[in-house]
């Protein structure tokens, strides 16, 4: 199984910028896609940037042009720069790691369970 742990958040004034980081744990080799969920108090959790295996990225429209999400896969590690912070990105941050749709490490699909990290707090002061 895979496991995810993120680092990275804190304080910042609006308009700054943090670094997030998740690094993964385990059958590393059996990620798939790899993403950054956020939640907001009151909110649902959702999708801000998502990367395959093969670099390729998708995000929410409300952080494009702010946000850049890499991977790492020497250090099994995915990355997400925050710049021009805003208040309304405020959350816990989460890291996820998607397993393959394919056999790997002996376990047919369906058999990996999706890894979350327990989250990383992003405060934003205006």
């Known amino acids: 199984q895979v496991h995810v742990v993120e680092s990275g958040g804190g304080l910042v004034q609006a308009g700054g910028s943090l670094r997030l980081s998740c690094a993964a744990s385990?059958?590393?080799?059996?990620?798939?896609?790899m993403g950054w969920y956020r939640q907001a108090q009151g909110q649902e959790r959702e999708l801000v940037a998502h990367i395959t295996s093969d670099g390729s990225t998708d995000y929410q429209d409300s952080v494009k042009g702010r946000f850049t999400i890499s991977r790492d896969h020497a250090k099994s590690t995915v990355y997400l720069q925050m710049n021009s912070l805003k208040p309304d990105d405020t959350a816990v941050y989460y890291c996820h790691a998607e397993p393959p749709n394919y056999t790997c490490a002996g376990f047919p699909p369906g058999m990996l369970q999706d890894a979350w990290g327990q989250g990383t707090l992003v405060t934003v002061r205006s």
């Open positions: 385990g059958d590393t080799i059996c990620i798939s896609s």
